[in-house]
């Protein structure tokens, strides 16, 4: 994966798994156990972590992997007193984090059944960035100070 | 994630207990899709039990009020905790779906 944002810190939590969505509840989990032990407020715990992870994850197995079970789904977790940093890296090729956003409250997309992952993950974190590293990595951070500001 | 269906009067109810996320929502999908051709139309997804629910959680209910109402019917939802009603006010589809407060006042709506 690529360098951590935080520089030398608390020891990242790391897991590999093969590309398959009846592991995603259970990584997710795992995040959010090592969040509520960082105190982070509940709202975190309950709605911004497990949506925001799950469709980062569920993007990495569904598209960037093709839900081929041979290629597997990289977690690295970094969780301190001030922020989360998840880092969910695929096999895949990548993909243009931008023009692949939808805005799914729009009249034409408000009907569609996809498209609301990406967009979700931005409202309900602090930052996503998407780089090329081993494979195709999503970074996504939250800050816990800012969770009473966000719209979420 | 785990589902329960009862019925009331002629509104057929589904509890969701737990996520409804990716790797389940084909779960709640088939059911819902099994009771309307058995010939249900009022159709009510209770969410007290619920934790929390993902983009294609969200797709399959949009999905399932289409069928319904392509059926001659209506899907309705209840009981939202406040993390769900942010969830469906953020992709505004509390717009598209008639949401109760409870399961009492779900019912009265049909």
């Not at chain 1, 709202?43 to 992870?53: D, E, G, M, S, Y």
């Not at chain 2, 785990?2 to 589904?14: E, L, N, Q, R, Y």
């Not at chain 2, 109402?69 to 209506?74: A, Y």
């Amino acid at each position: 994966m690529g360098p951590s944002p935080m520089g030398p810190g608390p020891m990242p939590f790391e897991m590999e798994f093969p590309s398959d969505i009846g592991y995603i509840e259970a990584a997710v989990a795992q995040v959010v156990r090592r969040c509520e032990a960082a105190s982070f407020p509940g709202r975190h715990l309950a709605f911004h972590i497990p949506v925001a992870v799950t469709e980062a994850l569920s993007n990495a197995i569904l598209r960037g992997n093709g839900e081929d079970a041979s290629k597997s789904v990289r977690l690295r977790v970094v969780v301190d007193a001030h922020s989360l940093v998840v880092e969910v890296e695929d096999d895949g090729s990548g993909f243009d984090l931008d023009a692949c956003t939808l805005d799914p409250t729009t009249i034409d997309n408000l009907g569609r059944e996809d498209g609301r992952g990406l967009f979700l993950m931005r409202r309900l974190m602090d930052s996503v960035e998407q780089f090329r590293a081993r494979g195709n990595v999503v970074r996504m951070t939250l800050r816990r100070r800012s969770s009473d500001d966000r719209a979420a | 994630m785990s589902f329960t269906v009862k019925k009331a009067g002629d509104v057929t109810i589904f509890e969701v207990e737990g996520t409804l996320i990716v790797g389940n929502r084909q779960e709640l999908k088939q059911k819902v899709l099994e009771e309307i051709e058995g010939g249900a139309r009022k159709v009510l997804v209770d969410f007290e039990k619920t934790t929390y629910i993902d983009s294609s959680g969200l797709g399959v209910l949009v999905s399932l009020a289409k069928k319904i109402r392509e059926s001659g019917g209506d899907l309705r939802l209840a009981n939202l905790n406040d993390d769900l009603q942010t969830l469906f006010e953020l992709t505004k589809l509390d717009t598209l779906f008639q949401i109760s407060e409870s399961r009492d006042r779900a019912l009265e709506s049909f």
